[in-house]
């Protein structure tokens, strides 16, 4: 696609319709977006706005929203591109991760070749951007990190990405630290480690040994906390004391965070407090038969929290189908959010923040100098977005057209 070109006829949301005080829908307008050198440099209500010689593209009234960000997506470990497999039974997650380790070390085609079916069926529902976690463990080295990377090299013109050195079998195992400190020179941005109670049979020391790693590469942290209640809580308590003394502050992410849904709302309050005094975001991927995150009380404490998908058919779980979106609109099945500005609200949480409004009905995207990363949706507002997981249409990175069609 050239670098300059015009996309008319887009529906823009700019404001919210109010009767009696009250929210009843949203308002659109179309509009002609100048989009150059992988930006939008200019918005255009004017009809006879494209008058120049420059390309033009024809959105057909379809609704403009911010591209989606997977924060949660394990690359390494998808059966993506493979023939059906269930799941095998395991007793816990050392076992899980036994049995996982066996299957993928069986399966013929690479990990880059999975990785890329995966990335193609991300790009297919919106997400231009992804967080992946991959396993580095002594019987692999840094071979998944290698795979991963070299399906990211290939879509690099299509989405970025983050990558994170993840220690799924314990991070205090022997050899597992070293391999982890070669991964962030090879290309891991951020460390990551799992339940240092339950699989690493030591909070402190693999809370220390985890800050440790980061600090030394400058590299961001992930870590991932299945343990409930209050050894869940514990732990992210003294996550938290070790970020500020790091001063680590906003580089740190709790995945999972299932302890925060299992104690009380005082108790929660006083948790969602800490982290944002330490600037740690909280992702989850909102899986059922779980209690979850409180996201709307960490959202009202100022705790930013994203979804993503996790686990995508795996040794794991057998499910998932990739949509960010889907995962999204559970919210409002959890919470009852299905008002206009609660539902239009919830799309914040897979954009990195973004929404075309605010929640006082002010337009706040898309504004010149956005990049853009842009779906094009068949749908009227971004409140039927989330309830009815509309299509996507097509799908822009850096203003270039990576999925979907504009026919």
């Not at 009234?61 to 470990?77: A, Y």
């Not at 108790?267 to 209690?291: F, H, M, N």
């Amino acid at each position: 696609m050239n670098e300059s070109y015009w996309l008319k006829n887009v529906r823009l949301e700019v404001g919210y319709k109010k009767e009696n005080d009250r929210v009843v829908g949203t308002i659109t307008k179309l509009a002609n977006l100048f989009i150059s050198d992988g930006r939008i440099t200019e918005v255009d209500y004017s009809k006879d706005a494209v008058t120049d010689d420059l390309p033009v593209i024809d959105a057909n009234g379809l609704l403009l929203i911010p591209s989606f960000i997977e924060k949660h997506v394990h690359l390494d470990k998808t059966y993506m591109g493979e023939d059906w497999r269930a799941c095998i039974p395991a007793k816990g997650v050392i076992e899980r991760c036994e049995i996982e380790k066996n299957i993928l070390a069986s399966i013929l085609s690479s990990t880059q070749n999975r990785a890329e079916a995966l990335l193609e069926i991300l790009l297919s529902y919106g997400s231009t951007h992804v967080r992946t976690h991959v396993d580095i463990y002594p019987e692999v080295k840094l071979q998944n990190l290698e795979g991963v990377r070299r399906a990211l090299d290939t879509y690099s013109n299509k989405v970025s990405s983050e990558i994170v050195a993840f220690a799924q079998h314990g991070l205090l195992r022997p050899g597992t630290v070293q391999l982890i400190r070669e991964a962030v020179r090879n290309g891991a941005g951020i460390v990551g480690a799992v339940d240092p109670a339950s699989v690493d049979n030591n909070i402190e020391a693999s809370l220390v040994q985890l800050m440790e790693l980061a600090v030394e590469g400058n590299a961001d942290i992930d870590l991932h906390l299945h343990d409930p209640g209050h050894l869940g809580t514990f732990t992210m308590k003294r996550l938290a004391y070790l970020t500020k003394q790091a001063g680590w502050e906003g580089r740190v992410a709790v995945s999972h965070a299932f302890g925060l849904g299992d104690v009380s709302k005082e108790e929660a309050i006083e948790l969602a407090q800490i982290l944002k005094d330490a600037g740690i975001s909280i992702v989850t991927s909102l899986p059922g038969g779980r209690a979850i995150p409180p996201v709307n009380l960490l959202t009202e404490c100022g705790v930013e929290v994203a979804i993503g998908n996790d686990n995508i058919y795996d040794s794991w779980w057998p499910t998932g189908n990739g949509d960010v979106l889907e995962r999204a609109g559970r919210l409002l099945e959890r919470y009852r959010w299905t008002d206009e500005v609660s539902l239009a609200q919830s799309l914040k949480y897979i954009t990195g923040g973004i929404t075309p409004l605010d929640r006082e009905g002010n337009q706040v995207w898309p504004k010149p100098g956005d990049t853009a990363n842009i779906i094009l949706v068949d749908a009227s507002c971004s409140a039927e977005i989330i309830a009815r997981r509309s299509t996507r249409k097509a799908v822009f990175y850096k203003g270039n057209l990576v999925s979907g069609s504009m026919k």
